[in-house]
């Protein structure tokens, strides 16, 4: 299985996240993917044998990108503890509990 890609420093989140706030997709997909090892520490809990995992990454990756989407640094707050929230929400949405 390939490892996922190191988290971004908090530095590198908020000039990517404004990069992303401009329309820049190419730091929309450089979010998605550096959060995907949250994604997967997250369906953990949410995998039973009548689950598959491919499908619950699925859920979990669009539960991400809502996250990424709807994100707002002026709250205060990392988006990974915002996004923690929507890829749980996504997946008990679908029963994934």
Given at each position: ?97
């Amino acid at each position: 299985m390939k490892s996922f890609p190191k988290p971004l420093s908090a530095k590198e989140e908020t000039d990517i996240l404004n990069l992303c706030k401009q329309g820049n997709k190419e730091a929309r997909d450089i979010l998605i993917e550096r959060n995907l090892r949250l994604v997967a520490h997250i369906v953990k809990k949410y995998n039973t044998a009548e689950k598959d995992i491919d499908d619950l990454i699925s859920i979990g990756t669009i539960g991400l990108i809502k996250a990424i989407d709807t994100f707002d640094s002026d709250k205060g707050i990392r988006l990974a503890t915002y996004a923690s929230r929507c890829i749980d929400n996504a997946l008990l949405h679908i029963g994934g509990n």
